[in-house]
Antibody, heavy 122, light 109 residues
Framework: QVRLQESGPGLVKASETLSLTCSVS????????WSWIRQPAGKGLEWIGR???????TYSPSLKTRVTMSVDTSKNQFSLNLSAVTAADTAVYYC????????????????WGQGTLVTVYS | SYVLTQPPSVSVAPGKTARITCGGN??????VHWYQQRPGQAPVLVIY???DRPSGIPERFSGSDSGNTATLTISRVEAGDEADYYC????????????FGGGTKLTVL
């Protein structure tokens, strides 16, 4: 059974960089895409971007100037960096496996990590 | 980017059938996936590829997708089905391919 676990600081100062890691257990991280998704309190889900273990990335246009994702296959982990954070970046951040079919035309997310709350303070 | 529209809330009595819609331009040409999110928990995939159920998801959950509307149907609704439900598509032609609907709060009366 594949399990994902997010880790990182729960508090980040405004203008600094949010850094989170997702640890994967129960399966190799290789050969899959892995996504980050966030959810502000009381609001819906927002896809941030994804990374393949080849290093290929796709980021949301609204965040791409501030987002960097990386993968460490030796540790079975992948990471998210979001720079120049503001209060609008306060949210629960989820990592999820990104399953692909139909030559990349179809993608869905399963499973998800439990999520980690990141609060931006000033 | 592609937009998915869901009703904010749906209410249903126990034992009845709940239908949650997800509207999008020609959504019938895309594959739609559905997630259940109980309060304080992470989302869980309940339907993928329009109508397939992951292992462990009850047969009471079903999905359909045609024209401009996709629908998640929950039969014989139970109190434990009360949750937020999100639809999702992958718009591969867009620079923002990962798209979620705004979510629907299912209330079991």
């Amino acid at each position: 059974q594949v399990r994902l676990q997010e880790s990182g600081p729960g508090l980040v100062k405004a203008s600094e960089t949010l850094s989170l890691t997702c640890s994967v257990s129960g399966a190799s991280i290789r050969y899959y895409f892995w996504s980050w998704i966030r959810q502000p309190a009381g609001k819906g889900l927002e896809w941030i971007g994804r990374i393949h273990t080849s290093g290929r990335t796709t980021y949301s246009p609204s965040l791409k100037t501030r987002v960097t994702m990386s993968v460490d296959t030796s540790k079975n982990q992948f990471s998210l960096n979001l720079s120049a954070v503001t209060a609008a970046d306060t949210a629960v951040y989820y990592c999820a496996r990104d399953l692909e079919a139909a030559a990349g035309e179809v993608n869905w997310f399963d499973p998800w990590g439990q999520g980690t709350l990141v609060t931006v303070y000033s | 980017s592609y937009v998915l529209t869901q009703p904010p809330s749906v209410s249903v009595a126990p034992g009845k059938t709940a239908r949650i819609t997800c509207g999008g331009n020609n959504i019938g040409s895309k594959s739609v996936h559905w997630y259940q999110q109980r309060p304080g928990q992470a989302p869980v995939l309940v339907i993928y590829y329009d109508s397939d159920r992951p292992s462990g998801i009850p047969e009471r959950f079903s999905g359909s997708d045609s024209g401009n509307t996709a629908t998640l149907t929950i039969s014989r609704v139970e109190a434990g089905d009360e949750a937020d439900y999100y639809c999702q598509v992958w718009d591969s032609s867009s620079d923002h391919p990962g798209v979620f609907g705004g979510g629907t709060k299912l209330t079991v009366l």
